[in-house]
C-alpha cells in the first residue's frame, strides 16, 4: 500500500491539514480559523448474510473515519456496485434501510449517491463531516509514555469468516453485529472533551496495522499487553482452527517491527492482526488522564474501555506485544 501512496500527488496548499502523508482515517481541508471539513469514502463486500445489517455496518465504518479525526459527520453519499441480473433490486432495499437506520442515528443525512452494474455486490459511503481545527486528532500526535485505549473488542474478521464458512451460526455473531453496527460517536465526543489529539480506529488493518501507523507517523514504538486485549467470545479458538481470513494473515505479514512474546501463539499473533470491520476507536492518551478518560467511556456506553499499554521511545513503528 505505501507504494501505491507515493504516486499521489502531494497537495501544496496551506488550507490542507490532512492528506494521505500519514495515512489517516480522512482528509481535512481548513474552511476558516474554526471550521474544516472532513472527507472519507469506505465500502465493501457483504460480510453477514442480513442485507439490512450489512447496510447498517458499512455505515457506521464509513461515519467512524468522521469520529477518528474527531468531526461530526454532515452528510454522504452511497456507493454502490449490484449484480442487478442476479440480486434482486428488494434486497439493495434493505441494505439502503440499514444504513439509512444508522445514519439517522448519526444525524447524518444520505443526499443521494451512484451505483455501477458489478457481479459482486459492494456497498459503502462517501462522507463529509466537520471539526474544528482545535479538535483535530490525527495519527500524528502521539507522545512516548502516552496510554492507548480501545473502544470496541477485536474479531470481527474472524467471526465472519466463521459465519462464512459455516462454522458458525447467526446467534454467535449476534453481539459482533451489534457492536460493529454501533457508532463510534460517544467515544468521539468522550476524546473532545478531553482535548485528545492522537487517535485512529481499528478497521482492515487491525490493531497491529493501524497502531504501527499511528506509531510511525508519530515517531515512536508501542508496547501492548495481550491479555489486556479486549476480545470477542471464541475467537481465539477459531483463529488456532485456522478460520481466518486472508486480510488478517497479510495483516500479521506485512507489519515488520514487531517483537512477539514467546508464549504468544500463532493463534494469538492473528488475532492482534485480525481485520475488522467498524472497530473501535484507539485513543492515545496522556497517562495523568487515562483513569478519567476510562470512566467517561464506561459512562458513555462503549462497547469496550481498555488500556491496552502504551506508546514508547522505541524507533518508530516498533510494536511489543507482551504476554
Not at 455486490?121 to 502521539?142: C, H, Q, R, W, Y
Not at 460517544?186 to 490493531?207: C, K, M, Q
Request: aromatic share 4%.
Amino acid at each position: 500500500m505505501t507504494q501505491v501512496l507515493r504516486h499521489l500527488p502531494i497537495p501544496e496548499d496551506p488550507r490542507v491539514l490532512v492528506a494521505a502523508a500519514t495515512r489517516d482515517d480522512a482528509a481535512v481541508f481548513r474552511m476558516s480559523d474554526d471550521r474544516a471539513l472532513v472527507a472519507t469514502v469506505d465500502f465493501f463486500t457483504p460480510i453477514v448474510d442480513d442485507p439490512r445489517a450489512w447496510g447498517a455496518i458499512a455505515c457506521a465504518n464509513a461515519l467512524s473515519d468522521v469520529y477518528a479525526m474527531g468531526g461530526r459527520p454532515l452528510f454522504a453519499l452511497n456507493l454502490v456496485g449490484w449484480p442487478r441480473d442476479t440480486l434482486p433490486f428488494e434486497i439493495l432495499g434493505e441494505v439502503l434501510a440499514g444504513a439509512g437506520e444508522v445514519a439517522r442515528e448519526a444525524g447524518c443525512l444520505i443526499m443521494g449517491g451512484h451505483s455501477v452494474d458489478d457481479p459482486e455486490p459492494k456497498f459503502g459511503m462517501a462522507v463529509i463531516g466537520e471539526v474544528s481545527p482545535a479538535d483535530l486528532m490525527t495519527n500524528a500526535a502521539g507522545h512516548p509514555g502516552d496510554a492507548i485505549i480501545l473502544t470496541k473488542p477485536l474479531g470481527t474478521g474472524i467471526l465472519t469468516t466463521a459465519l462464512k464458512r459455516d462454522r458458525v451460526g447467526e446467534d454467535d455473531v449476534a453481539e459482533a453485529v451489534r457492536v460493529m453496527r454501533m457508532l463510534n460517536e460517544p467515544a468521539a465526543r468522550v476524546a473532545r472533551a478531553h482535548g485528545l489529539r492522537a487517535a485512529t480506529d481499528v478497521t482492515g488493518f487491525g490493531l497491529l496495522g493501524h497502531l504501527a501507523t499511528l506509531a510511525r507517523a508519530s515517531n515512536v514504538g508501542a508496547r501492548i499487553r495481550y491479555p489486556d486485549l479486549p476480545l470477542f467470545a471464541g475467537v481465539e479458538a477459531l483463529a488456532a482452527e485456522g478460520v481466518v481470513p486472508g486480510g488478517t494473515q497479510r495483516n500479521l505479514e506485512g507489519v515488520e517491527a514487531v517483537h512477539w512474546h514467546a508464549s504468544l501463539s500463532e493463534a494469538q499473533r492473528l488475532v492482534v492482526a485480525d481485520a475488522q470491520t467498524s472497530g473501535g476507536l484507539l485513543l492515545i492518551v496522556p497517562i495523568t488522564h487515562a483513569d478519567e478518560v476510562l470512566a467517561d467511556l464506561r459512562a458513555a456506553g462503549t462497547p469496550a474501555q481498555a488500556l491496552i499499554g502504551r506508546l514508547t521511545d522505541d524507533p518508530p513503528g516498533t510494536i511489543t506485544v507482551t504476554a
